[in-house]
């Protein structure tokens, strides 16, 4: 019996905790252990299968299930998907304690997370509590949602998944998708993007999407993705908030938007600060006066009647 991980995550695992089971906060994680039993050679894995200590030949038939299921990805997935459940495995403890009792327990996690995992606590504890305690309440049933990717292709499987659910696991789950599909698109967006932010690792869903791109597009899309990197937490903010704020325009603002977009990208630097300089100088317009006979507003600056930023898509 093959049972996929993206279509059934949390039995595995369940299964990996319940075969490989490890204390929070030590080095090897069980999806460390079960990886390292992944690597042996093929007799000495289904030995190593076979003496695990579990009561439940069902758990142990999982384990050798998905072994054969990993064993057929190629080597960068199969790492890529064992890395992120190892990496949630030890992030998700420190998101719930109090920052100063967490540097005692950050000496196990390994060195190669250890650089993100601080990142992420920092940007972490800046958040709201509100916002923190509902990503920790929701991080799984968030987990379960993006495990089937997005489209119509994604919502077909997670129907398919939800009618072998037992009776009151499908209603329970099902009541937690009307509720969640019943919040503002807005509030859905930035949990959304909360969750990726703190939870995911992301480097092979990258290259998936880049993969899609003709040349051009790919080298400018890359080109971007290295400057937003190695911006500060805060300045990530204000990128992803202005792409908030551009999602939630109507067709003709975005058009308008996009319209003085480009014209601020064919400006000179020189032009744009004379375009500045005006805009946070020039006195309000006098009643009477129709708004757009005034100059179109540089994308980033402010309305200085209504008090609104113009969102850019703009880097410089």
């Known amino acids: 019996m093959i049972i996929q991980i993206r279509a059934n995550p949390v039995i595995?695992?369940?299964?990996?905790?319940?075969?490989?089971?490890?204390?929070?906060?030590c080095e090897n994680s069980p999806f460390a252990k079960f990886k390292q039993i992944l690597e042996l050679p093929e007799v000495k894995r289904e030995?190593?299968?076979?003496?695990?200590?579990?009561?439940?030949?069902?758990?142990?038939?999982?384990?050798?299930?998905?072994?054969?299921e990993y064993e057929a990805m190629s080597l960068n997935e199969r790492n890529h998907k064992l890395d992120a459940l190892d990496f949630r495995w030890h992030l998700l403890p420190l998101l719930k304690m109090e920052p100063a009792k967490r540097a005692d327990k950050l000496t196990a996690v390994p060195e190669r997370f250890r650089e993100d995992i601080l990142n992420r606590l920092n940007g972490w504890d800046k958040l709201d509590i509100?916002?923190?305690?509902?990503?920790?309440?929701?991080e799984s049933f968030f987990r379960y949602m993006s495990s089937f990717g997005r489209g119509s292709e994604s919502r077909a499987a997670m129907t398919n998944h939800l009618i072998k659910m037992p009776s009151k696991l499908r209603e329970n789950v099902e009541k937690r998708i009307i509720e969640w599909r019943g919040r503002q698109k807005s509030d859905r967006r930035k949990m959304k993007r909360h969750f990726h932010r703190f939870f995911d690792l992301q480097p092979i869903d990258q290259q998936k999407a880049l993969s899609h791109l003709s040349v051009r597009e790919r080298t400018k899309m890359e080109a971007s993705l290295i400057r937003f990197k190695s911006m500060t937490i805060e300045q990530r903010e204000i990128i992803l908030k202005s792409f908030d704020r551009l999602a939630d325009m109507s067709q003709v603002e975005r058009t308008a938007f996009f319209r003085n977009s480009q014209r601020w990208n064919e400006m000179s630097n020189v032009e744009r600060k004379q375009w500045r300089t005006l805009v946070t100088k020039m006195?309000?317009?006098?009643?009477?006066?129709e708004k757009e006979t005034s100059p179109p507003l540089p994308p980033g600056m402010s309305d200085p009647v209504s008090g609104q930023t113009v969102v850019t898509n703009s880097l410089r």
Not at 12 to 25: D, E, K
Not at 47 to 68: G, P, Q, Y
């Open 12 to 25: 595995f695992i369940t299964a990996v905790l319940v075969c490989f089971g490890s204390s929070a906060f």
């Open 47 to 68: 030995v190593a299968v076979e003496s695990l200590n579990v009561s439940s030949d069902k758990h142990r038939a999982i384990i050798s299930s998905k072994i054969k």
């Open 130 to 138: 509100q916002v923190r305690e509902s990503l920790i309440r929701n």
């Open 283 to 289: 006195p309000p317009l006098p009643p009477g006066f």
